[in-house]
């Protein structure tokens, strides 16, 4: 008998690492933090944060790679690393210059 790996009901997408730099817009006059997404899937991605930075519960997260910007929505914080669904894309900020 194998045994089974554990399971997480929380995941049920398989979560792709990746290493991509990012900007999170808070709307905030037009403020934006610098983060990387250390996984990313179609329904959310895990972010780094400076551990003191403060990240609203729900802002637009600019990837120049993917060239959109995911609107998001907070679901974990841990430390420097903050857990976000995707509610919906958004073409490039305009005053975004990356």
């Known amino acids: 008998m194998s045994p089974n790996p554990p399971s997480d009901g929380n995941r049920r997408q398989h979560r792709q690492r990746v290493l991509k730099g990012g900007a999170i817009i808070t709307g905030i006059q037009n403020s934006e933090v610098s983060c990387s997404l250390r996984n ?5 991605a895990e972010l780094r ?3 003191d930075t403060r990240v609203p519960e729900h802002f637009l997260l600019y990837v120049p790679t993917d060239g ?6 907070v679901r974990w914080r841990r430390n420097d690393r903050i857990g976000v669904k ?3 894309t ?3 900020p305009k005053l975004h210059y990356g």
């Open 40 to 44: 990313q899937h179609d329904g959310g």
């Open 49 to 51: 944060v400076a551990a």
């Open 68 to 73: 959109i910007a995911y609107r998001c929505q």
């Open 86 to 88: 995707f509610t919906g």
């Open 90 to 92: 958004e073409p490039k």
